[in-house]
């Protein structure tokens, strides 16, 4: 270790470091770790990097402007243990949960190259009246829901839903960054919930951020395929009002799907003016839109709570250009860098628990390309 000294962040910097960005400096840990821009990371390789500890200390050695895109899903409120000191999740309250969010996204913000994008996936909880908060059932496959006896406090009523998730976005606009979506994950098999006097839960939000108003972002690759082709060429309409009402572009038609779009001809009185009400498709295929319906999916391997790899692809393949580099704080068993690195792009994970970070090398992170989906 070069000579140095404690900033007043209380964190070791090398001499020559003017603040966190010198890629060199760095601290030990409580855990006895060295934390620093050039840590010995974990595991290494052209691809993929993983670092072992709290997210927040070594997102704080991670070198300013060096990740393209974020994308994670945190430890949930007051919803499960994974074991480990200082993991995040089992705070005393919403607001020290969002608090601890807040810090985190803030540091990673720095890590973020000024275009970047963040994708958040968090999941709510209910107030449980026994002084302590409960995960949403379904959220996840295979989900355990030991909140109420950690003894998180939430100072709401018994059965309330948090809002965590709005909660955490919020302050992270309150930090600057930039919401652009919240889409809605819907979970068309999540797992049934034994609640009769409220509606069982199928979403979760998948927040997108962005660092700076102009910001890399590739709608191509996640268009879907256009109903009708041919309404490319602008002659099908898609929205709007129909002021003929007897053509096939009618409410009705609309609802059912059933030929809506029917093509003008020549003197439709139907046909809007140019740029008017009515657009034509794509030629590369329709928006997503911000409704994602993807199964969540089952990891064989030890880790319970893991993302599907649509979910991270999408945000991966749309947030992150070619050749970029995609971190997840909470990489668990290594979706995000397994789809990262499917898809032509580097990887960054941390996680807390050295198990995970074994069990992702040995199942889904080796030979990413040999994986064909599913459970490893
Ligand atoms: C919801 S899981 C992430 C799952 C991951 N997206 C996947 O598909 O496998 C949350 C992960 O955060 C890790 N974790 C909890 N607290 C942490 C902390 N303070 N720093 C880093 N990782 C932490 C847990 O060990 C767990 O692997």
């Known amino acids: 270790m070069s000579a140095g000294y404690t900033g007043e962040d209380g964190l070791w910097h090398d001499d020559d470091c003017a603040g966190y960005s ?8 409580a855990d006895s770790l060295w934390y620093a821009g050039e840590r010995p990371a974990y595991y290494q390789d052209d691809t993929i990097t993983l670092y072992h500890g709290d997210s927040l200390n070594v997102a704080h050695g991670l070198p300013s402007s060096s990740v393209d895109c974020i994308v ?12 480990n000191d200082g993991q995040y999740g089992l705070e005393e309250s919403p607001a020290a949960y969002v608090e601890t969010m807040r810090a985190l996204f803030n ?23 026994k002084g302590g908060a409960q995960g949403e059932s379904g959220q996840r496959s295979d989900r355990r829901f030991t909140a109420s006896g950690l003894g998180a406090k939430a100072d709401l009523p018994t059965k309330n839903l948090l809002g965590i998730p709005w909660r955490v976005a919020f302050a992270l606009q309150d930090d600057g960054w930039i919401l652009r979506n919240a889409i809605v994950w819907h979970k068309p098999n999540a797992m049934p919930e034994s609640v009769t006097d409220r509606l069982s839960c199928r ?6 951020f962005s660092k700076s108003q ?14 009708y082709p041919d309404a490319a060429d602008g ?31 020549a003197g439709d009185k139907a046909r809007p003016a140019d740029g008017q009400r009515h657009t034509g498709g794509h030629s590369k295929g329709k928006n997503p839109g911000d409704m994602w319906s993807i199964n969540t999916q ?5 880790h319970s709570a893991v993302m599907p790899q649509e979910l991270a692809r999408r945000a991966i393949v749309a947030g992150c250009k070619a050749g970029g580099i995609v971190l997840d704080p909470f990489s668990g068993s290594g979706t995000t860098g397994l789809v990262a690195q499917n898809n032509g792009r580097k990887y960054v994970g941390i996680d807390i628990s050295a198990d995970y970070l074994k069990l992702s090398l040995e199942t889904r992170l080796q030979n990413a390309a040999l994986d064909f989906g599913g459970a490893a």
């Open 72 to 83: 994670t899903s945190p430890p949930y409120f007051g919803l499960r243990d994974y074991g």
């Open 107 to 129: 540091e990673l913000r720095r890590t973020l190259t000024d275009d970047g994008t963040l994708w958040l996936n968090i999941g709510d909880s209910y107030s449980s009246g």
């Open 214 to 227: 102009k910001y890399w972002f590739d709608l191509d690759p996640i268009r879907e395929e256009l109903i």
């Open 235 to 265: 002659s099908r309409v898609f929205g709007g009002k129909n002021k003929a009402g007897d053509l096939q572009t009618g409410s009705s038609a609309r609802r059912t799907g059933n030929a809506y779009g029917g093509k003008y001809t």
């Open 22 to 29: 010198c890629g060199g400096c760095g601290y030990i840990g």
């Open 203 to 208: 979403y979760e939000p998948f927040f997108m």
């Open 298 to 302: 089952p990891f064989a391997g030890a």
